[in-house]
């Protein structure tokens, strides 16, 4: 059984700029979940997807989007990046739209 | 507004002691809650759950007991190992908020062989 994985690890953007994170979730789970995480902080909820569809989606802007596709991949896309988008991203999925929910390590990115 | 809170931002424990790691939480819909444990340069991993119609569960060396008259949730580690120094977060799942999952700030564990 795989776990979660997140490429890249780590990224360098400046301001204005468009991002692709991505994630592979776990085999089997239909739900997949990103985090924004900044230092010293708990993650904070962005989206969640469920069988490719959104199913619910936290106090962040529009230019944060994102996809689920099928084979259990996914990506979140920012656009015109800011300065406070700094932060770790946490890609999470589980088997179902509740449930405990298994992350992946992360992408760290920077705004320059 | 909707949070997830806890009472203590740092813990520190003697290597061998039982850890208590609390937490509060303010929405009364919300009905399934999860410890998570995160290692530095980590995500976040599942430690344990419980549902709203329970009040305690135990797994391995942890116990998580729910209080839902108070909104309280705590997190016992027994017989606490150095392994167990990291940041401990509780989440609230809450389908009616526009949040599904809600975190809370994090609590840091220091264990002191």
């Known amino acids: 059984e795989t776990g979660v994985t997140q490429s890249p690890t780590h990224l360098i953007k400046t301001r204005g700029q468009q991002v692709t994170l991505r994630c592979s979730s776990q085999s089997g789970h239909n739900t997949v979940s990103w985090y924004q995480q900044a230092l010293g902080q708990g993650p904070q909820f962005i989206f969640q997807?469920?069988?490719?569809?959104?199913?619910g989606r936290g106090n962040f802007p529009p230019r944060f989007s994102g996809l689920q596709f099928p084979y259990y991949s996914s990506e979140l896309n920012v656009n015109a990046l800011e300065l406070d988008d700094s932060a770790l991203y946490l890609c999470?999925?589980?088997?179902?739209?509740?449930?405990?929910?298994?992350f992946g390590d992360g992408t760290r990115l920077s705004i320059l | 507004g909707e949070s997830v809170g806890l009472h203590l931002p740092t813990l520190s424990v003697q290597e061998g002691d039982n850890s208590i790691i609390n937490c509060a939480y303010s929405?009364?819909?919300?009905?399934?809650f999860i410890w998570y444990k995160q290692e530095s340069g980590k995500g976040p991993q599942f430690i344990i759950d419980i549902r709203s119609n329970m009040d305690k569960r135990q797994g391995q060396r942890v116990t998580v007991l729910l209080n839902k008259t108070v909104k309280h949730l705590s997190l016992q580690i027994a017989a606490t190992q150095p392994g167990d120094s990291a940041v401990y977060f509780c989440?609230?799942?809450?389908?009616?908020?526009?949040?599904?999952?809600?975190f809370g700030p994090g609590t840091s564990l220091s264990v002191i062989p």
């Open positions: 989440a609230e799942n809450s389908p009616t908020s526009y949040d599904k999952v809600i």
């Open positions: 929405n009364s819909a919300s009905d399934y």
């Open positions: 999470a999925s589980s088997w179902d739209r509740d449930g405990p929910q298994h």
């Open positions: 997807y469920y069988r490719e569809e959104e199913n």
